[in-house]
């Protein structure tokens, strides 16, 4: 089947089969940053986010999000002009191997959409369901009230996607 | 991998007649269907057109549309009743991205023995709204009991009765996130000094989720000064199937303490 999907803000016609996971039609159509790791649901490195909140793309089926927005890392900054969730993730030492970054990068953009502020507690529910082998977590969350504040010295409306 | 076809009906009498006629599965955005291994040609019916995403409160009555997802339950419930059951229990399922896709309408159809909405909804007595082969409005408890309830019906809403209580929510896990072992709800309603009235609902046991009536009987219209929740659990004769590292006994131990527990909180605080 094909269908239209608006991908990091722009109109793409994406051909899959209709039993296929938003994970694998993403990476089927070269969106390679949209990392594969569990597919069950449990690790959340696939995610995305669907029309702003996050998912684990892995437990979505393509064909149920047809006409939907989704954001990859990509859509948000990159190594030219990296977004300054990204660049606060760099400062902060949160980035070993890299491959929950996204995820827990994309769910940070989220979070600070609607919580620029958040309390620790909130940060944890926000980020729950990515797991993170490499940093023990301690410098992520640092990373996030990084951004946090990175956020308070610049204009609200670049926090929107690009 | 298995194919399926997909189809996206804007009106519900569309959607019924695939699933009566065409035994097409509804889906509204929930993640139990894609870990499951799918027969070739399935047939889907997306019920992203059909405006099925909504939180209304009306007079203090809740109207929650059935594709409605966990979070947006919790965070439009925090803005209007804020300490409501639902915030606590739905906020606590799974994780934060399967919450965003876990629906009110799939999880009650489903039903699973694991569930963190089963328990309040039953406790709330909600109601749930059907189209289909059984159009109407029933109550959740013969919703969960009723094959020919769940049988080529749509739910389209979960309605919520008008009402104020003071809640509490308990779920059993081996980890924050994992699959609740059981889960407990007590809703109670005290004056200054008597239970007006209580609730207790509980799953994950063998018969699935109950309410604890002889409890509930036993502490309405009771003195809070003369309420002992000490040993007033075990009369339940709750059973329940080992997990993983947890004998059937210290889970009914488990249960049983922290039933207490909440009751002593909730009416004894």
Same mark, same amino acid.
């Given at each position: 089947?094909?269908e239209?999907?608006?991908? =990091?803000?722009?109109?793409?016609?994406?051909?899959?089969?209709?039993?296929?996971?938003?994970l694998?039609?993403?990476? =089927?159509?070269?969106?390679?940053e949209?990392?594969?790791?569990?597919?069950?649901g $449990?690790?959340?490195?696939?995610?995305?986010l669907?029309?702003?909140?996050?998912? =684990?793309s892995?437990?979505?089926?393509?064909?149920?999000?047809?006409?939907?927005?989704?954001t990859?890392?990509?859509?948000?900054?990159?190594?030219?002009?990296?977004?300054f969730?990204?660049?606060a993730?760099v $400062?902060?030492g949160?980035?070993?191997?890299g491959?929950c970054?996204?995820?827990?990068v994309?769910?940070?953009?989220s979070?600070?959409?609607?919580n620029?502020?958040?309390?620790?507690?909130?940060?944890n529910?926000?980020?729950?369901?990515?797991?993170?082998?490499?940093t023990?977590?301690v410098?992520?969350?640092?990373?996030?009230?990084?951004?946090?504040q990175?956020?308070k010295?610049?204009?609200p $409306?670049t926090?929107?996607?690009? | 991998?298995?194919?399926i076809?997909?189809?996206y009906?804007?009106?519900?009498?569309?959607?019924?007649?695939?699933?009566?006629?065409?035994?097409?599965?509804?889906h509204?955005?929930?993640?139990h269907?894609t870990?499951?291994?799918?027969?070739?040609?399935?047939?889907?019916?997306?019920?992203?057109?059909?405006?099925?995403?909504?939180?209304t409160?009306?007079?203090? @009555?809740i109207?929650?549309?059935?594709?409605?997802?966990?979070?947006?339950?919790?965070?439009?419930?925090?803005?209007?009743?804020?300490? /409501?059951i639902?915030?606590?229990?739905?906020?606590q399922?799974?994780?934060?991205?399967?919450?965003?896709?876990?629906?009110?309408?799939?999880?009650?159809?489903l039903?699973?023995?694991?569930?963190?909405?089963?328990?309040?909804?039953? %406790?709330?007595?909600?109601?749930?709204?059907?189209?289909?082969?059984? @159009?109407?409005?029933?109550?959740?408890m013969?919703?969960?009991?009723?094959?020919?309830?769940?049988s080529?019906?749509?739910?389209?809403?979960?309605?919520l009765?008008?009402?104020?209580?003071?809640?509490w929510?308990?779920?059993?896990?081996?980890?924050?996130n994992? /699959?609740?072992?059981f889960t407990?709800?007590?809703?109670?309603?005290?004056?200054?000094?008597?239970?007006?009235?209580?609730?207790? %609902?509980?799953?994950?046991?063998?018969?699935r989720?109950?309410?604890?009536?002889?409890?509930?009987?036993?502490?309405?219209?009771?003195?809070?000064n003369?309420i002992?929740?000490?040993?007033?659990?075990?009369?339940?004769?709750?059973?329940?199937?080992?997990?993983?590292?947890?004998?059937?006994?210290?889970?009914?131990?488990?249960a049983?303490?922290?039933?207490?527990?909440?009751l002593t909180?909730?009416?004894?605080?």
């Amino acid at each position: 089947m094909e269908e239209t999907f608006y991908i =990091n803000n722009k109109k793409k016609q994406l051909v899959f089969n209709g039993a296929e996971t938003l994970l694998n039609t993403l990476r =089927n159509h070269g969106y390679n940053e949209v990392k594969r790791g569990c597919e069950e649901g $449990e690790c959340g490195a696939c995610i995305v986010l669907l029309n702003g909140k996050p998912v =684990n793309s892995c437990r979505v089926f393509s064909a149920a999000v047809a006409g939907h927005e989704i954001t990859t890392v990509k859509g948000i900054g990159d190594i030219h002009q990296p977004h300054f969730i990204q660049q606060a993730f760099v $400062e902060s030492g949160a980035v070993q191997c890299g491959f929950c970054t996204p995820a827990l990068v994309l769910a940070t953009h989220s979070l600070l959409k609607t919580n620029p502020a958040p309390t620790d507690e909130e940060i944890n529910q926000a980020l729950d369901g990515i797991l993170c082998r490499c940093t023990g977590y301690v410098k992520i969350i640092d990373a996030v009230k990084l951004a946090s504040q990175k956020m308070k010295q610049i204009a609200p $409306e670049t926090i929107e996607d690009t | 991998m298995g194919n399926i076809c997909w189809h996206y009906p804007e009106q519900i009498k569309k959607a019924l007649g695939l699933i009566e006629n065409h035994r097409a599965v509804p889906h509204g955005g929930g993640t139990h269907l894609t870990g499951k291994r799918l027969m070739n040609e399935s047939s889907f019916v997306s019920l992203d057109r059909l405006s099925l995403h909504y939180v209304t409160t009306d007079q203090g @009555s809740i109207s929650i549309g059935a594709a409605t997802d966990y979070n947006s339950i919790a965070q439009q419930l925090k803005t209007t009743i804020p300490g /409501h059951i639902l915030i606590k229990s739905l906020g606590q399922a799974a994780t934060t991205p399967l919450r965003n896709r876990i629906t009110i309408g799939g999880s009650l159809a489903l039903a699973p023995n694991w569930s963190d909405l089963t328990g309040p909804l039953v %406790a709330l007595e909600a109601l749930v709204k059907l189209q289909g082969t059984s @159009s109407g409005t029933y109550p959740v408890m013969e919703y969960l009991t009723s094959k020919t309830l769940q049988s080529k019906t749509l739910i389209t809403e979960i309605e919520l009765p008008k009402s104020h209580w003071e809640s509490w929510y308990y779920r059993e896990g081996i980890t924050k996130n994992d /699959h609740p072992v059981f889960t407990l709800t007590i809703l109670a309603k005290r004056t200054a000094h008597s239970v007006e009235d209580v609730r207790i %609902a509980i799953t994950g046991h063998t018969h699935r989720f109950m309410r604890a009536t002889e409890i509930e009987n036993q502490l309405k219209g009771k003195a809070l000064n003369q309420i002992q929740t000490a040993g007033i659990a075990s009369k339940l004769a709750l059973k329940f199937a080992p997990a993983k590292g947890m004998s059937s006994g210290y889970i009914r131990h488990l249960a049983e303490t922290y039933l207490e527990r909440g009751l002593t909180e909730l009416l004894k605080s």
